[in-house]
């Protein structure tokens, strides 16, 4: 076995580590020195040690997450999804918006009603038998055309009541909007309601102003109120959060939103904006209608989670993060790192990064089919339109993540499922060229959750996670259970190994 392939080992506090064994997801701890010989090689652990190790590893279920990968298919381990772009309108100017103001410098109209039928044509080509259906509503601000919202649910009614399809009902909004109808919709759906929401008033006027300089803010919350009033437990309310400042820092805005007692989780992700050649933020470009508000020249992206303070943020956050669970506050987790904890407390397996391309497709209001929503407006990668479904095979989009020839033989690979491919393509212009900053993202991201593990109890382990298949973490990424065996090795035949479980 090799260390940074087979398994990776992290230090904890209290001269502790942890590992993580590639193969099944199994989390155990050590102490520390036996953790320094482990990540040097399993060849310099002492023979007591290596006995132990060995009775750890070597297991039936040793290579299981390998073997699930092996097994799927394309339409496993998620809903069939549709993000449906609604319109180009945005009224806001968010300082690291990937969409060019809302039009992805290419969209000009709103969707319009003939899509619909479109649209279910398509689920009913495409979905496999059996399938859930989840409508992922988007924008621009989708709420800018409700209108369109309102017929394809009631359209879904029908389908659902003919044909016995189960759907899900998920928008992603600015929600500075709250249009007549809309939580009377969004309770008698069920609406997962993601909500940009960045941190507390100052950061969130200064990250997602209106387009006129004003602030977002306050008209978000008072709709924030009136939905939690009037539909109550009916929907479920996530705070997505897009971290791009360090003052104040991520554990001081996480708090500050929790402590409204408002929302169901949190989604938390490191802002990715462009800089100049001196490394100082700069404005994306910003389209009003036809009018170009504002154009970049000559920049780079960059992670904010990997500028210098924020990775110590980060775990910051990550020591404190067990504290936000407590009786009395709704909050059940940030969707990442649950997920993430599942895979390794259950015994998941990641089959791919996301289900773009795979069962996730956005539908355009120009007629285009992409598998991507962040790659609408690049006719390179249209696979299809809505009059005429799907014309292009994309096998690109479902290559397994231990055929890429780095991915294949990283530790975090079935955690992770091989990396965002649009992220590869804005860094290298490249689907499976990875982009350097979010791979390094994404395993201090899986290296955090080790040791989140690692250092819990059985109050937090235990937690009940059924509900993350619902809520399209991580653009919806597959996972199966891998078929471990749940009876983890005696503690007298792995010490100094100790599993978690």
């Not at 390094?440 to 819990?456: H, I, N, P, T």
């Amino acid at each position: 076995m090799r260390s940074g392939t087979d398994y990776v080992v992290t230090d904890l506090a209290d001269g502790e580590s942890a590992v993580l064994l590639t193969g099944n997801h199994r989390v155990a701890r050590m102490p520390r020195e036996v953790g320094d010989r482990l990540r040097q090689g399993v060849e310099h652990l002492r023979p007591e040690e290596a006995a132990s190790w060995a009775a750890f590893t070597r297991t039936a279920d040793a290579d299981r997450n390998r073997e699930a990968l092996r097994r799927s298919s394309a339409t496993d381990g998620a809903d069939f999804a549709v993000n449906v772009n609604l319109t180009n309108i945005c009224n806001l100017a968010c300082t690291y918006c990937f969409a060019e103001g809302g039009d992805y410098g290419r969209m000009k109209e709103a969707m319009g009603e003939h899509s619909v039928a479109w649209i279910f044509r398509f689920i009913d080509e495409n979905a496999a038998p059996g399938q859930r259906v989840r409508f992922e509503f988007f924008g621009g601000e989708p709420l800018a055309n409700f209108a369109l919202i309102r017929a394809i649910c009631a359209r879904s009614e029908r389908v659902a009541a003919e044909r016995g399809l189960r759907f899900v009902y998920r928008i992603s909004t600015n929600l500075t909007l709250l249009p007549p109808g809309a939580v009377e919709l969004f309770r008698r759906h069920r609406f997962i309601v993601s909500v940009s929401l960045d941190g507390p008033r100052e950061v969130q006027d200064r990250t997602r102003p209106a387009k006129n300089g004003r602030g977002s803010y306050d008209r978000i919350m008072r709709n924030l109120w009136t939905l939690r009033g009037e539909a109550g437990d009916d929907v479920v309310l996530v705070a997505r959060m897009t971290v791009a400042t360090e003052e104040p820092t991520l554990l001081e805005s996480v708090r500050e939103l929790w402590s409204l007692n408002l929302f169901d989780f949190f989604q938390i992700y490191p802002g990715v904006y462009p800089v100049d050649r001196r490394g100082r933020s700069v404005a994306l470009t910003l389209t009003l209608g036809d009018r170009v508000l504002s154009e970049p020249r000559q920049i780079t992206y960059v992670n904010h989670f990997l500028r210098p303070g924020m990775i110590e943020q980060f775990r910051d956050f990550l020591r404190a993060y067990p504290s936000f669970f407590t009786p009395e506050n709704r909050f059940a987790g940030v969707l990442e790192y649950e997920r993430t904890v599942q895979m390794m407390v259950e015994g998941l397996t990641a089959l791919s990064f996301c289900s773009g391309g795979r069962t996730y497709y956005t539908h355009s209001p120009d007629g285009t089919v992409s598998p991507c929503h962040r790659l609408v407006g690049d006719e390179s990668f249209d696979v299809g339109t809505g009059e005429s479904g799907l014309t292009r095979s994309h096998p690109e989009w479902r290559r397994s993540v231990d055929d890429h020839p780095i991915c294949g033989a990283c530790w975090a690979r079935y955690l992770c499922g091989g990396g965002c491919r649009q992220e590869n393509v804005v860094a290298t212009g490249d689907l499976n060229v990875l982009n350097e900053e979010s791979c390094r993202y994404q395993l201090l991201l899986a290296e955090e959750v080790v040791r989140l593990v690692a250092r819990s109890g059985p109050g937090y382990l235990d937690r009940d996670r059924e509900i993350f298949a619902d809520l399209f973490v991580s653009c919806g990424r597959p996972v199966v259970p891998n078929g471990r065996d749940e009876r983890p090795p005696p503690d007298a035949l792995t010490y100094p190994f100790t599993p978690v479980r």
